[in-house]
């Protein structure tokens, strides 16, 4: 192309937004991503990504038995490549945007080959090489008369804002329910909300008015129960934000709905309420949700129904406070499953210390310590306690 340019951080540095990372980052205060830029005409591609690498050290007791183990992994990021076209045509803003999401850690316990190399690649495997996952592709248009709508696949609704608020989003959390090591740890999931994930969908968001923004959508439907899905799932979210002098902050409320038909089938459905509030360089969060069917919220992944319809409910809270170029933090969460096919109430909590340090503008040294405790006779049985020691750090650009 030769009228290429190309421009290092600017497209940034002016609030363009680049996806996910960067309002991740932004979210968590750290600044804007610094994409590299390519314009031609009335058309920009933007190029930006993460990559994050640590050390954790991970002792588990259950039933009175001892483990330890110790990991090179991805935190609660995996690594990340966006590719984000831009433009604007008469009248309407166009944006697409591929992501893709890989790995540093494999589950082979053989460098190079699978755990088992005679399985030749069958179902169950083990595989000797990271997987990619495809986390954003999609596209949308819109201006600031009438809103934006979205088709493809990207960031859910329900659950979007408190993972983009979660500090361990730059660390790694907790990680019982990630293999150690694997892609990416679970962070505060399972313990003060749920997964969103990134889910096909088509939604529309309406213009911001005053701070207050709002959407909703139709989403891919899950068989999590029954044998149809006639119906798409529905999410919506709504959003204000505010400034009141050197203080600002957001409030957010969000619903999640889907049915399923035939023999066993059943409703999910969920609320959530979330505030966050930042005075100078401390910020506090704050958000509960209540669901019915949505599946184990002790396990956090929206639709994993194994105990049929259970009911679920959670609260987080986070504080965090900024010295220079480095934030300290500290959060708590428990989410409590009970109802279905449970026969126990059964709770998963954990807390978090964490130190936050921007060594320049592309990279951020991290260390946390967490712990978790689950308790439960279906879930838990023995009951669970860990404790995570993890240093390490993430990279944007």
């Known amino acids: 192309m030769d009228n290429t340019t190309m421009r290092k951080g600017s497209r940034a540095a002016q609030g363009r937004r680049l996806g996910l990372l960067a ?16 314009t031609q005409g009335d058309a920009t591609l933007d190029i930006n990504g993460t990559i994050n690498g640590f050390y954790s050290h991970r002792s588990a007791e259950s039933g009175g038995v001892k483990t330890n183990n110790s990991a090179l992994t991805n935190g609660l990021l995996p690594g990340w490549i966006n590719f984000v076209f831009t433009t604007k045509v008469d009248g309407l803003d166009i944006k697409a945007h591929v992501g893709f999401a890989p790995g540093i850690n494999d589950k082979s316990d053989v460098v190079g080959l699978p755990s088992d190399p005679g399985c030749g690649g069958a179902t169950g ?3 000797p090489f ?8 999609y596209f949308q248009f819109g201006n600031t008369d009438w809103g934006t709508v979205k088709f493809g696949r990207d960031i859910g609704l329900f659950g979007q804002k408190i993972i983009l608020s979660d500090m361990t989003l730059l ?9 150690t090591p694997f892609n990416t740890t679970f962070g505060m999931i399972g313990h003060g909300y749920m997964y969103t994930g990134f889910q096909p969908q088509i939604t ?24 149809e899905t006639k119906d798409p799932g529905f999410q919506a979210m709504a959003n204000y934000d505010w400034e ?8 957010w409320a969000g619903a999640i709905h889907q049915r399923t038909s035939g023999a066993g089938s059943f409703n999910a459905g969920g609320f959530e309420l979330g505030a966050k509030i930042g005075i100078g360089a401390f910020e506090a969060v704050a958000y509960g949700f209540d669901a019915s069917g949505l599946g184990l919220s002790t396990v956090g992944a929206l639709f994993f129904s194994p105990f049929a319809k259970n009911d679920g409910r959670g609260y987080f809270l986070q504080g965090t406070y900024t010295v220079g170029k480095t934030k300290f ?23 978090t210390v964490g130190v936050y340090h921007s060594l320049n503008k592309y990279i951020t040294l991290v260390g946390e310590y967490n712990q978790e405790k689950g308790e439960g006779a279906d879930l838990f049985p023995g009951d669970l306690k860990t404790r995570t020691i993890s240093v390490g750090g993430i990279l944007f650009f």
Do not use: W
């Not at 991740?24 to 830029?37: D, I």
């Not at 660390?171 to 293999?179: C, D, F, I, P, Q």
């Open 329 to 351: 933090g500290l959060n708590f969460g428990e989410n409590r499953d009970r109802g279905g096919l449970l026969t126990d109430t059964n709770t998963f909590r954990s807390a």
């Open 23 to 38: 309002g991740a980052l932004m979210a968590l205060g750290m600044g804007p991503a610094h994409a590299v830029s390519f």
């Open 244 to 251: 009141a002098g050197t203080a600002k902050g957001s409030l």
């Open 125 to 127: 495997c083990d595989s």
């Open 171 to 179: 660390g790694l959390g907790g990680n019982s329910y990630a293999s």
């Open 130 to 137: 990271t997987q990619i996952d495809t986390r954003n592709l």
């Open 204 to 227: 529309y968001t309406t213009p911001t008015m005053g701070g207050l923004s709002a959407s909703f959508g139709i989403f891919d439907p899950n068989k999590f129960a029954g044998d």
